[in-house]
């Protein structure tokens, strides 16, 4: 289902955004997208820290495929040693076991979360070990689809404005956050568009 927001942020951003204005008509009618399901957004995000989305991919499909049911408990049923065998480094063996131990002991309220704010969350999410901001700002994007995230330190989105921006020269965080404010506040979907400039096929978690 289309995020309820996106049609107005289209408008908005092809409005105030010489470089949306090319990139959204070129990149057609995909649109963000939640898998609705909240544990294995946090899981796949954990899978793809510090690797290419290529990667984390493949990483994640043979770890997908050792277990029939992709929940907490089926996770925690897993051994370790299977999961290495997938391509999990040793670190996010552990810290997928962490996030499956806190969904299944009901540490993470995840009823609560539609009604705070993006910040909040954040601060509830980070206290789960393996899971750093980034992390955090994917959920907040893919999983409660917020429309205003901005993943300062997302390789794909400096990756995409310096290719769309700045001629391919390096870009800092400072450039980053002036390209960004033309986008307020539609942060997450200005991001997503950048993320399909660098590879058609749209990005998921």
Excluded at 64 to 74: D, I, K, N, V
């Amino acid at each position: 289902m289309k995020p309820y927001f996106w049609d107005e942020a289209r408008g908005v951003l092809i409005k105030n955004d010489l470089v949306m204005r090319r990139l959204i008509p070129r990149l057609g009618d995909a649109h963000l997208q939640s898998r609705g399901d909240a544990f294995v957004t946090l899981a796949r995000s954990i899978v793809g820290q510090q690797i290419s989305v290529k990667a984390a991919q493949s990483v994640w499909d043979r770890f997908a495929a050792l277990t029939a049911q992709l929940s907490p408990s089926g996770v925690l049923a897993l051994s370790p040693q299977d999961m290495r065998a997938a391509g999990l480094s040793a670190r996010k063996v552990e810290y997928l076991m962490d996030l499956a131990r806190a969904f299944d002991s009901g540490e993470l309220q995840i009823a609560d979360w539609p009604g705070m704010d993006d910040e909040e969350i954040i601060s509830e999410l980070l206290a789960v070990r393996g899971i750093g901001r980034w992390t955090a700002e994917m959920f907040l994007i893919f999983h409660l689809l917020r429309p205003n995230v901005l993943p300062i330190d997302d390789v794909g989105l400096i990756n995409g404005i310096r290719k769309n921006y700045f001629a391919d020269e390096p870009v800092s965080k400072a450039m980053v956050r002036e390209v960004s404010a033309a986008w307020e506040p539609y942060r997450s979907v200005a991001t997503w568009y950048l993320w399909r400039s660098l590879d058609p096929l749209p990005v998921a978690y």
